[in-house]
T-cell receptor, first 114, second 111 residues
């Protein structure tokens, strides 16, 4: 199906484990983003990517790693999960560099770290 | 750096009544401004956006927003709320390709 998908939709893990959240888009958009959503904070940017093999830190990158070997995929890895990383994670994409371009969001992944 | 403030955390409105959600932004240049809506358990959907031109912007689902440069505001309005408008609403300001979001306003619609 066309669009932007995230997997898994729900994940429970334990402190110290490695977790990877997947994001896939079918539009061939250049830019992709990872946000986390926490009560009282809205959405905060974790990492973004301007193209395959080009990534950069956002507002809250600590504890996260990203890669982008293919345009359509942008996985987010928590190398050693902590309870403070319990959150809802959203992936988004946009076709170009203009700040006026709409960002298209995936359905989110709810991650619980015990 | 840009930032967004949504002063109201939660608003309750009766079905059929009007709704106004406040948004104030801070940005040094002409801002790109957006309103997104998030229904329960869903991702974010764009309601409307503004960059230049007419300061009153029409969006989907009967929403509109007015840009007021002098007040650094971009308030969202709807004349008559439907029960399906119950959701969380986010204002955002764009710079280059990045968005900065406000903390959101949760709207509850009562019958």
């Amino acid at each position: 199906d066309a669009g932007i998908t995230q997997s898994p939709r729900y994940k429970i893990t334990e402190t110290g484990r490695q977790v990877t959240l997947m994001c896939h888009q079918t539009w061939s958009h250049s830019y992709m983003f990872w946000y986390r959503q926490d009560l009282g904070h809205g959405l905060r940017l974790i990492y973004y990517s301007a193209a395959a093999d080009i990534t950069d830190k956002g507002e809250v990158p600590d504890g996260y790693v990203v890669s982008r070997s293919k345009t359509e995929n942008f996985p987010l890895t928590l190398e050693s999960a902590t309870r403070s990383q319990t959150s809802v994670y959203f992936c988004a994409s946009t076709p170009g560099a203009s700040g006026y371009n709409e960002q298209f969001f995936g359905p989110g992944t709810r991650l619980t770290v015990l | 750096a840009q930032s967004v403030t949504q002063p109201d955390i939660h608003i309750t409105v009766s079905e059929g009544a009007s709704l106004e959600l406040r948004c104030n932004y801070s940005y040094g240049a002409t801002p790109y401004l957006f309103w997104y809506v998030q229904s329960p358990g869903q991702g974010l959907q764009l309601l409307l956006k503004y960059f230049s031109g007419d300061t009153l912007v029409q969006g989907i689902k009967g929403f509109e927003a007015e840009f007021k440069r002098s007040q650094s505001s971009f308030n969202l309005r709807k004349p008559s709320v439907h029960w399906s408008d119950a959701a969380e609403y986010f204002c955002a300001v764009g710079a280059d390709y990045k968005l900065s979001f406000g903390a959101g306003t949760t709207v509850t619609v009562r019958a």
